[in-house]
């Protein structure tokens, strides 16, 4: 026998099952809307002028390939921090926030599930819905995922009270992953003063909040705005962690470029906590790629960068909205039964479109279009070549 014999197959992912499914497929006219990855209006992947021109520097540059520390390059490390957290942050200038670089939001969301286990951690809530992958992240970090409530399918609509009635009653001092901007996969953001509402119940009940930030820039369109809530956070004065990922708004996906950051009440406690941080990177991936961190610190080094960065970030949004407007009123103009108000109203990549499993894998099989089962759409891979056909299949499999 051999020593595989006894290994089961394992089931597709979810999400990158679906690209797999999808280029095996022969139609012409198939669509991939399942993974968020940005797509220009032509339908192919998109790379920032601005990052364009930050690698050419660094090629001229002709830099090494030595390893970087396990926390990886500092200077990445500190401008990532600033774009999140902003210039003015407290905790920042009195240098007590803990920061390391990760692969990318996923690394980072792993490293920081298995210190929170290790210390003493047993369950994360996350929200209802979210991204498939937390769920595994976490459980394979060993704690127990839990959630609260998020989003009301009846409504289209965030479940406002259940979310806050759910974090009132979870355990005192339990960890609470957030979702920083652009919601995956609702596309529903609390108000800012729903974030005030949250972080005052989190201050009563002593919640650590972890948000995940994967969308800075695709919520508003304003990549200095959609850090908004994660900054009142710190404001109030909670001690929250932080997990950045650039790969989508950077166009930086293979790159794997990340932080991971945590506040602390003092630089020494914020010294303990990174050590414990590299205690655990070393013996997983020991450091973390350079390149697209290079990449990155360029980028969020020099002013005039950071404003091309913002302007080309948004032209990024703007056509995604501009696909919400027209897959909207394409499936109005049909005559849907149905309202898609939701369409235009959710932010970010995804568009969460009510439709129900059997209509997905309707969706899939008739016309060739491959979205996630839980009828979320990315929006990022609507195009106007092909957002007719979407309407018209959806109307199809929803009529
Ligand atoms: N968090 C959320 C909410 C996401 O949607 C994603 C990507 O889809 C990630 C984290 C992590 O992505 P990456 O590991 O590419 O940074």
Redesign the pocket.
Known sequence: DSHWSQFPMAPPDPIIGLTEAYLKDDFPDKVNVGV?AYRCDQGMPFVLPVVREAENELVAEELDHEYSGIAGCPNFVDVALKFAYGDDCVPLKENRVAGVQT?????G?RVFGEVLHQFGHKHIYVPNP??G??IPIFTNAGLEVRKYRYYDNATSNLDFNGLLDDLQAIPEGSCVLL?ACAH?PTGMDPTMEQWKQISNVAKERNLLPFF?C??QGFASGDARKDAAALRMFVEDGHNIAL?Q????NFGL?GQ?V?ALSVVADTPDEAKRVLSQLKVHIRPSYSNPPRHGARIVSKILSSEKKTDEFVEQCMGMAKRIDSMRIKLRNTLEELGSSRSWEHVTKQIGMFAYSGMSKDEVVALREKHHIYCTLDGRISMAGVTSKNVEYIAKAIHDVTE
């Open positions: 968020g692969l990318s939001g996923t690394g969301l979210t991204w992958n937390h979702h995956n995940d994967a969308y997990v990922s650039f790969s989508k996906y794997r990340g």
